[in-house]
């Protein structure tokens, strides 16, 4: 069955998120956890030398979306979901295994680029900020001071200017990943496609975009009840975590459907090599 760019209704944008809780309900231990897993990885490559350590971080995205849409497109046909799907795709035949690793190259220096680019927005506010960070500078360890550190006016801008770079940048990554996996797509094939099927339903995207904007709204309000009831000890910190986990699960879950939508479903796992 080929892949077929599809015109998505806004509507869909509301049962994307809807089917996402759905799918999440039926095996929320197994996709939680492959979360958990993504983020030990992330952990391990932070201790790693940051010439080493800091460019896989910046490769990794695609990998954790599409690792996230194959195990969801496993869960809706009641198989198996573990995080060896995450490195699934990179056992494709040889022609989609380099374009996969090629956008996440690509993602990589995108990433690095408009880091570079907040951090000059921020002047010397971000190097001070950089510095304490690092522990060239004391205060990394005061909350107060990092809090205000935070709020000044340039880390605002450096910070506002790096989202907006990096919501720019996930429109043509959205399905670009998917498309390699499961389409066959070259990378700039690949991307284009992706930044045109969210072209013609950024209807669909932009009420995905304020439905889940609706959902965190509540989501924040219960995470400060509960650090207000629970303080920030342990316990409370660990609760609060649990909720922003399963949030985070349910949106990398979500993607799958809005793939499916914009490309008419997906095809049976790529040839492995």
Known sequence: MPLLLRHVPPSSGVRWVRDAFRLYGRRPLALTLMLVAFLCAVTVL??????????????SPPLLSLGFMVASQSALLDGPVDARQFLAPLRADPARRRSLLLLCAL?????????WLAYGVGGDAAVALLDMLAGRQPGAEDPARMAAMMMEPAISTAVSVFNLLMAVLSIPFWHAPALVHWGGQGTG??????????????????????????????????????LAVLGTGTFGLGVAFAVLLGSWTVFYVSLLFTFNDSFGGTLADAPAA
Do not use: D
Not at 107 to 115: F, H, N, S
């Open 46 to 59: 932070a201790l790693l030398p940051w010439m080493l350590g800091l460019p896989l971080l910046m490769m």
């Open 189 to 226: 094939q690949a991307l284009f496609s992706s930044t045109l099927a969210l072209w013609r339903s950024k209807g669909a995207f932009a009420v995905y975009a304020l439905t889940w904007t609706a959902i965190g709204v509540p989501v924040a309000m219960v995470l400060s009840i509960v």
């Open 107 to 115: 993602y990589g220096l995108c990433w690095a680029g408009a880091a």
